[in-house]
């Protein structure tokens, strides 16, 4: 991603220590604008209908937000405003469905002032402060297939803990049908049985503060 000068940027970032260490870093980089610093995804949406933000950096869930809402959020977000650059920060090790986002990159949290800080990334250059933010973008690592948009709100739905049978009356598809975007979707994230299939969904329906840091 390029870094462009003069850059207006929101943070949403449900840690407080993390905001306040990103913040106190971005402010160092004299060409970073601070636009917003919140916790949530409606406060970021507001911010986005009221100010010129080329850049966001958001974690992918928040206290009131799961995992798969908050993403569903930014691949949302990203199709209503494509000018602006989404760089997902997160604690969240999941790629099947992080890439899902469309975010512009992803990266995953050096949480702590003495983690940034020693941290090395490419996002911006190498000698500015706000690089130390970053270790490496994941995104280019990852591969895994985008889902449709339909696929999309089907997984959303297997996360909720539906039924085959109540998503394929919710979506007026038949049963037969709903089976094989199951099967198309666990293909394309590279889920290999149904045991790891529900387990999956069960990680996606989280929320922030639910568990520990995860991988998958």
């Avoid at 003069?6 to 970032?13: F, H, P, Y």
């Avoid at 905001?19 to 507001?46: A, C, H, K, P, Y």
């Avoid at 100010?51 to 009131?64: C, L, M, P, Q």
């Avoid at 949290?109 to 940034?116: D, N, V």
Wanted: a negative charge.
């Amino acid at each position: 991603m390029a870094w462009k000068r003069r850059e207006k940027v929101a943070i949403m970032e449900p840690l407080s220590m993390v905001s306040d260490v990103m913040s106190q870093i971005l402010r160092e980089e004299g060409d970073i604008i601070i636009e917003g610093v919140i916790s949530n995804f409606t406060s970021l949406r507001s911010v986005l209908e009221l100010r010129k933000v080329d850049v966001v950096f958001s974690e992918v869930y928040d206290a009131r937000t799961s995992i798969i809402e908050g993403l569903d959020f930014l691949r949302k977000l990203k199709a209503q405003f494509s000018d602006i650059d989404i760089i997902i920060h997160t604690e969240i090790e999941i790629p099947a469905l992080l890439i899902q986002s469309n975010a512009d990159a992803i990266y995953m949290k050096q949480i702590g002032l003495e983690g940034c800080r020693a941290s090395a990334s490419q996002i911006l250059n190498a000698e500015s402060m706000v690089s130390v933010l970053f270790y490496e973008d994941r995104k280019a690592n990852y591969n895994f297939m985008m889902l449709s948009d339909f696929e999309w709100q089907v997984l959303i739905m297997f996360s909720q803990q539906m039924s085959i049978a109540h998503i394929a009356k919710e979506t007026a598809r038949s049963y037969q049908r709903i089976s094989r975007i199951k099967h198309d979707i666990m293909d394309k994230l590279k889920v290999s049985n149904n045991v790891a299939f529900s387990q999956l969904m069960v990680l996606a329906g989280s929320k922030f503060g639910d568990y520990p840091p995860v991988s998958l």
